[in-house]
């Protein structure tokens, strides 16, 4: 019921037995919960092969290996130690560029090209904000580099008459900056946030028409994230005076 269909050319729902691909490192990563209090215990929740079987549909085998044991298997978020790392550690979106994607796996996308599923993630949780929370760094909270180059090389294919829909799950509690719905011809979005230990398997029943996506977005998704006035302001100021002596450090900063 929170799901919520962002676009739709009537490539959704999809047939039952179609043959579809799995793209990016996050689709065999999920994000099931947040950080620190938001975790969740994911370890006996399906996998996203897994659900989508169970909806009726094929999923590429080849390219779901690539992933997991192919040169795909080398890209993915990684985690750090201590206070607060695991959520700086995953900043690291950690995609695969197009440009390690074999012959063999581009095959594979073609031969189960009714529709690619592409999902893409981003962490979130306390302790850390979000990287790019400043105008010129990188943008978290937007495509990378590497996710362009594998949503250019996908409209590639699609132009080329290789694969028939590109559908796109964002999987995040974070909101994305989704400038990108309108360049990669991109033909339905469904935002999902976080999956939980169930919510796997009730985003494959949706592409796969068994129920409807009911949600709203609470907020609004920007093109530019930047666009918002308050951004401005979102950047930690030091108190006049201090001398890092009476005040502790994580105590010397402010926000507007």
């Known amino acids: 019921e929170g799901a919520t269909l962002l676009m739709n050319n009537g490539a959704l729902p999809l047939k039952r037995g179609s043959n579809v691909s799995t793209l990016s490192s996050s689709s065999v990563n999920l994000v099931y919960g947040g950080t620190g209090s938001g975790n969740v215990d994911a370890s006996k929740a ?22 997991i044991n192919g040169e795909g298997a080398k890209y993915s978020r990684d985690y750090g130690e201590g206070e607060s790392a695991a959520l700086l550690g995953s900043f690291n979106i950690g995609e695969a560029p197009w440009s ?45 580099e590497n996710e362009k180059s594998m949503m250019a090389g996908l409209a590639e294919m699609k132009s080329a008459g290789k694969i028939k829909s590109i559908i796109l799950l964002i999987n995040t509690s ?3 900056q989704v400038d990108f719905l309108n360049d990669y011809d991109v033909d339905a979005c469904l935002w999902v946030g976080g999956l939980g230990i169930a919510g796997t ?30 951004m401005q302001n979102f950047v930690p100021t030091t108190y006049g005076g201090y001398d890092g002596k009476n005040i502790p450090s994580n105590a010397k900063s402010y926000m507007i």
């Not at 399906?46 to 992933?67: Q, R």
């Not at 090209?113 to 909270?141: M, P, Q, W």
């Open 100 to 144: 390690v994607y074999t012959q063999e796996v581009k095959d594979s996308i073609a031969a189960y090209g009714d529709a690619v599923i592409i999902t893409i993630s981003r962490i979130g949780g306390e302790g850390a904000d979000a990287k790019g929370a400043k105008a010129g760094e990188t943008n978290y909270l937007a495509l990378d």
């Open 46 to 67: 399906d996998d996203l092969k897994a659900a989508l079987e169970k909806s009726g549909l094929n999923v590429n085998p080849t390219l779901w290996d690539f992933y």
């Open 201 to 230: 398997n009730a985003v494959t029943d949706i592409l796969a028409g068994k129920v409807n996506p009911s949600g709203s977005l609470v907020d609004t998704y920007c093109y530019d994230n930047f666009s918002a006035p308050a």
């Open 174 to 176: 974070n909101a994305l």
